[in-house]
């Protein structure tokens, strides 16, 4: 069934079309991962006015230290998506199976070095955060580790998802995902309150939840891949180390990975901060629901850019470079406007979203006034955005982890510490130190991108194998 199924041809046809045909699904992917995160808030909040707001604050504290450790493996999954979308426009899918494999042996040794590591130092880590609020710490410990378990899981879907998309099939890994956050959103109240013959386990409950959930749709992923049922084989043999394509993907995955990490590390620094502002619980709790909306307004953002990427490495790979530049400008055009259409619902709707995961009048307040300033400067986000999917899919991932170090490091941490904490503006310092930075970089990407220099593709020249061939429509 998923082997059988008709790729849209991205070396022809309509740009705009094609972009959201092959986006879609990544949309509607992303709007289920969020489901996730969205069970986890709405049944965690609703325990009761204080322990709800206890273990929002927890998870939110959580989620950016995990992803800080996991961002190294994202890294690298950009350079798959640059490399085998590249070898696939060249009809080079020998090559491409063959990388597919080798970032499966990545994703499962690195995933296996970070679960023992983050299970270690996930009090450690929250001790130093939440100095005053040990409840809190103690909460956010317990989800944290049970995360941390699922690690190898999370990376082999990341992987996978990978690989699907750089061949141009968006739609398998949103049908895995559908089913395992199906799964999630019935286990999620069962365990947090103990329905029935569950344990009544609360925090514990809902990362359990996700543990189980995950390992299932790495179960699938798995089987599909090395079952040949899609459009990429795997077997154990492209799994055996192979220096010179390890080297290829940490020589194009490492400076996407430090960009990533240093992005992951830059909001744990901002969940820092905002938890010495005043009334510091509350504006996690507030900061946790409003990312939650913006989360699922960024999905349309995430699913274009994805399709930009693999489009753009397609292209150059069949060195069509005039379509691949038609490509790009189309592109950040559409990303602009539907970034700005989101904005526009955000701001007009911002109470009423907060108040969907949280009552408290404080949270959402304070909620509210987050929404309203960062949705004026969403529209920059997508432009930079659309910028840093252009390098990903030609694979010049030096360019994005400048933009990305430069957007956090340079902009927004020291902005929102000078707002917040020295200027004394609290948490409506890090809101604006967050809107101000997306504008300012999102210039800086367009003036990067307009050089030029991301239509030189990353592999070689070679007479190609045909393999596992997509079928195109």
Same mark, same amino acid.
Not at 94 to 111: I, N, R, T, V
Not at 124 to 136: G, K
Not at 137 to 155: H, V
Not at 404 to 409: E, Q, T
């Given at each position: 069934? $998923?082997?059988?199924?008709?790729?849209?041809?991205?070396?022809?046809?309509?740009?705009?079309?094609?972009?959201?045909?092959?986006?879609?699904?990544?949309?509607?992917?992303?709007?289920?991962?969020?489901?996730?995160?969205?069970?986890?808030? /709405?049944?965690?909040?609703?325990?009761?006015?204080?322990?709800?707001?206890?273990?929002?604050?927890?998870?939110?504290?959580?989620?950016?230290?995990?992803?800080?450790? %996991?961002?190294?493996?994202?890294?690298?999954?950009?350079?798959?998506?640059?490399?085998?979308?590249?070898?696939?426009?060249?009809?080079?899918?020998?090559?491409?199976?063959?990388?597919?494999?080798?970032?499966?042996?990545?994703?499962?040794? $690195?995933?296996?070095?970070?679960?023992?590591?983050?299970?270690?130092?996930?009090? /450690?880590?929250?001790?130093?955060?939440? #100095?005053?609020?040990?409840? %809190?710490?103690?909460?956010?410990?317990?989800?944290?580790?049970?995360?941390?378990?699922?690690?190898?899981?999370?990376?082999?879907?990341?992987?996978?998802?990978?690989?699907?998309?750089?061949?141009?099939d968006t739609v398998t890994p949103m049908i895995i995902t559908g089913v395992s956050v199906g799964a999630n959103i019935v286990l999620d109240p069962l365990f947090i309150y103990g329905i029935g013959p569950f344990p009544e386990w609360g925090i514990f409950g809902a990362a359990f939840a996700t543990l189980l959930t995950k390992g299932f749709a790495a179960a699938i992923a798995l089987y599909l891949l090395f079952g040949n049922k899609v459009n990429i084989a795997v077997r154990l043999k492209n799994m055996k180390p192979d220096k010179e394509r390890l080297k290829k993907l940490f020589k194009i995955g490492a400076p996407a990975s430090?960009?990533?990490?240093?992005?992951?590390?830059? $909001? #744990?620094?901002?969940?820092?901060?905002?938890?010495?502002?005043?009334?510091?619980?509350?504006?996690?709790?507030?900061?946790?629901?409003?990312?939650?909306?913006?989360?699922?307004?960024?999905?349309?953002?995430?699913?274009?850019?994805?399709?930009?990427?693999?489009?753009?490495?397609?292209?150059?790979?069949?060195?069509?470079?005039?379509?691949?530049?038609?490509? #790009?400008?189309?592109?950040?055009?559409?990303?602009?406007?539907?970034?700005?259409?989101?904005?526009?619902?955000?701001?007009?709707?911002?109470?009423?979203?907060?108040?969907?995961?949280?009552?408290?009048?404080?949270?959402?307040?304070?909620?509210?006034?987050?929404?309203?300033?960062?949705?004026?400067? *969403?529209?920059?986000?997508?432009?930079?955005?659309?910028?840093?999917? #252009?390098?990903?899919?030609?694979?010049?991932?030096? /360019? *994005?982890?400048?933009?990305?170090?430069?957007?956090?490091?340079?902009?927004?941490?020291?902005?929102? /510490?000078? $707002?917040?904490?020295?200027?004394?503006?609290?948490?409506?310092? %890090?809101?604006?130190?967050?809107?101000?930075?997306?504008?300012?970089?999102?210039?800086?990407?367009?003036?990067?991108?307009?050089?030029?220099?991301?239509?030189?593709?990353?592999?070689?020249?070679?007479?190609?194998?045909?393999?596992?061939?997509?079928?195109?429509?």
């Amino acid at each position: 069934m $998923f082997k059988d199924r008709k790729i849209p041809d991205l070396l022809s046809g309509n740009i705009v079309t094609t972009l959201f045909i092959l986006g879609w699904p990544i949309m509607v992917e992303s709007v289920l991962q969020i489901g996730y995160s969205l069970a986890d808030t /709405y049944w965690l909040g609703n325990m009761g006015p204080e322990a709800g707001r206890d273990a929002l604050a927890a998870t939110q504290v959580s989620w950016p230290l995990v992803w800080l450790m %996991v961002s190294v493996g994202g890294g690298f999954g950009i350079a798959t998506i640059s490399l085998i979308s590249q070898h696939i426009g060249a009809k080079q899918h020998h090559e491409a199976e063959k990388y597919a494999g080798q970032m499966l042996f990545f994703a499962l040794l $690195f995933s296996s070095i970070v679960a023992v590591v983050g299970f270690i130092l996930s009090p /450690y880590m929250l001790n130093v955060i939440l #100095v005053d609020s040990p409840e %809190v710490a103690s909460q956010g410990t317990i989800f944290m580790r049970t995360i941390f378990i699922s690690q190898p899981f999370l990376l082999i879907i990341m992987a996978f998802s990978f690989i699907m998309r750089a061949s141009g099939d968006t739609v398998t890994p949103m049908i895995i995902t559908g089913v395992s956050v199906g799964a999630n959103i019935v286990l999620d109240p069962l365990f947090i309150y103990g329905i029935g013959p569950f344990p009544e386990w609360g925090i514990f409950g809902a990362a359990f939840a996700t543990l189980l959930t995950k390992g299932f749709a790495a179960a699938i992923a798995l089987y599909l891949l090395f079952g040949n049922k899609v459009n990429i084989a795997v077997r154990l043999k492209n799994m055996k180390p192979d220096k010179e394509r390890l080297k290829k993907l940490f020589k194009i995955g490492a400076p996407a990975s430090i960009g990533n990490s240093g992005t992951a590390f830059g $909001f #744990v620094v901002m969940t820092f901060i905002i938890a010495r502002v005043h009334s510091s619980e509350a504006s996690l709790a507030a900061y946790n629901a409003g990312d939650r909306v913006l989360g699922v307004m960024f999905i349309l953002m995430g699913g274009l850019a994805i399709a930009m990427s693999t489009m753009v490495g397609q292209n150059l790979g069949a060195d069509q470079k005039e379509r691949a530049q038609e490509v #790009v400008k189309k592109g950040v055009l559409t990303l602009g406007i539907v970034m700005a259409i989101c904005a526009a619902v955000i701001f007009v709707l911002s109470r009423d979203f907060i108040i969907l995961f949280n009552q408290d009048p404080e949270v959402v307040r304070i909620g509210t006034e987050f929404l309203l300033i960062f949705s004026l400067s *969403m529209p920059f986000f997508g432009l930079f955005r659309a910028a840093n999917a #252009v390098f990903e899919g030609s694979g010049h991932t030096k /360019y *994005m982890m400048a933009l990305d170090i430069f957007r956090l490091w340079g902009l927004r941490v020291p902005l929102c /510490y000078i $707002f917040a904490l020295h200027m004394g503006m609290q948490s409506t310092g %890090v809101w604006w130190g967050m809107g101000l930075s997306n504008i300012i970089s999102a210039v800086a990407a367009l003036l990067v991108l307009s050089t030029g220099r991301w239509k030189k593709k990353i592999i070689e020249d070679k007479k190609p194998v045909l393999s596992t061939v997509p079928r195109r429509v």
